[in-house]
């Protein structure tokens, strides 16, 4: 029996490597895709940890939960009152299971209509052959010309902490805790942590969040972080920052944990749960480098190159296995960029209009540079923001937390930042990423009609801010 043949070989069913299968096939590539992810039921379950354990089913439980909370908290507001009001813990997460079916079974779908073929099963290299690769795709051995690794990465735990996904939880288990914790501890105050941690706290959990860094999201532009802890805490996410993690123990009751808070005080935290999200590590087991020569980094990276090409000819690597920030989107981009450059193309890529969301409640998205990074670069800036507070729509969803704030070059008035907390901030920072990568300025933006009454509005008003011209504040 002779051995398949591939133009590509995609390893890895992410986000990424999904994307990545599907643009190389409309190319006029033969293609195949090796993902070892399972079901419940043992069948395929394609769309890697985004669609699995991550993005896609802690979205469903955010929504849930977010319906829970106006119904005990928002509504009566609206003149709309319930009583007996419970939540059905099993039924939630098993709506997050059928959302979570429905996007791995969509991918199955298009990878028929797009005659990508797939293999279930662990993908690694096997040897360099006439060419090209000899790759294990499950029990099979298959050839490919050139191959795109696209093994994403895994949770990291804390040294000595192994997660057993019933009392020590990675973002997986997370997911699945069948009932609502009276007490939940969360490692790390990213965004898993955040956003699990506000799913449980809406349903009745008291959270505690230990966060090693003395700054809260770091990452997130000063003024947005600064407003963010004080809607956490106001509602009732206890965030202790500057703490040393000591020694943690389980037992029949739950986990302790011993730690140093910011002054350096002893202190045990005792919960039922415990979620770690220290964030994650490149994925890279069994993936067979040693056996091609595939270069990795220090901290078990892909080494790649700006058009995302390995150490070795006709190899690719894309997402969260190779550098540059952890995100499904980011990962899409390569995949489609490493396609067309495998077609004699010339993908693109623009880390710097790459957008971050956290889906909180209020939600979290920026794009470009924080304030804090133009001040430490000596960037001469103008700033321009604009409070939901002030804004029509905003008013009649009855959330009006948080702000639109702009980030402009100081002479030439193009877009450097933007940087939004508050309703729907997600979808909103969608224009700034467009603006920016066509590189508008703050009054390309003002100059814009936007659709009344719109939370829009807030971004055209922040962008006329910058210019101290406000029209609605």
Request: net charge neutral; hydrophobic share 40%.
């Amino acid at each position: 029996m002779s051995t398949k043949q591939f133009d590509v070989v995609v390893i890895g069913g992410g986000p990424g490597g999904y994307i990545a299968a599907i643009r190389a096939a409309q190319l006029g590539m033969n293609v195949a895709c090796i993902d070892e992810w399972k079901n419940d039921k043992g069948g395929p379950a394609l769309g890697g940890t985004c669609t699995n354990v991550g993005c896609i089913p802690s979205k469903a439980l955010l929504q849930s939960s977010e319906h829970y909370e106006h119904l005990n908290h928002h509504f009566a507001d609206h003149g709309i009152t319930a009583d007996n009001v419970k939540i059905d813990v099993a039924k939630m997460l098993a709506r997050k299971d059928q959302v979570v079916k429905q996007n791995n079974d969509g991918i199955v779908y298009l990878f028929k209509k797009n005659k990508v073929t797939f293999f279930h099963g662990r993908g690694s290299f096997v040897a360099a052959k006439d060419g090209g690769y000899e790759l294990k795709a499950g029990e099979e051995t298959i050839q490919a010309k050139q191959v795109v690794v696209a093994t994403g990465s895994n949770a990291r735990a804390l040294p000595g902490v192994p997660f057993d996904e019933e009392n020590i939880l990675s973002n997986d288990g997370a997911l699945r805790v069948g009932a609502t914790p009276k007490k939940l501890g969360l490692i790390g105050a990213g965004v898993i942590g955040l956003e699990m941690g506000s799913v449980w706290r809406r349903l009745g959990a008291e959270v505690t969040v230990l966060e090693g860094l003395p700054a809260f999201l770091g990452a997130v532009d000063e003024s947005v972080a600064k407003e963010a802890a004080k809607v956490f805490k106001k509602q009732g996410l206890d965030i202790q920052l500057g703490v040393k993690v000591g020694e943690v123990k389980t037992s029949k009751k739950g986990v302790s944990v011993a730690y140093a808070d910011a002054k350096g005080e002893a202190k045990t935290l005792d919960v039922d749960k415990l979620i770690v999200s220290i964030g994650r590590v490149p994925n890279t087991i069994g993936l067979g480098a040693d056996a091609v020569g595939l270069k990795l980094d220090e901290r078990g990276a892909i080494v790649v190159d700006d058009e995302c090409k390995t150490n070795l000819p006709g190899v690719w690597a894309i997402g969260d296995v190779v550098r540059g920030p952890m995100l499904a989107h980011k990962a899409e981009e390569e995949g489609v960029a490493v396609a067309e450059r495998m077609a004699g193309q010339h993908g693109h890529v623009n880390f710097n209009t790459i957008p971050w969301v956290i889906y909180t409640s209020p939600e979290i998205a920026w794009v470009g540079k924080t304030e804090q990074q133009l001040k430490a670069e000596g960037v001469a800036y103008k700033a321009g923001q604009f409070p939901f507070l002030a804004n029509g729509r905003a008013r009649a969803l009855g959330d009006t937390t948080g702000f639109v704030k702009f980030l402009a070059d100081a002479k030439t008035d193009e877009i450097l930042g933007v940087h939004i907390i508050g309703p729907f901030a997600s979808e909103l920072i969608s224009e700034a990423v467009v603006a920016m990568e066509f590189k508008a300025s703050a009054e390309d933006i003002a100059r814009i009609c936007h659709a009344h009454p719109s939370l829009s509005e807030a971004t055209k008003e922040a962008a006329l801010a910058v210019d101290k011209r406000t029209l609605n504040f």
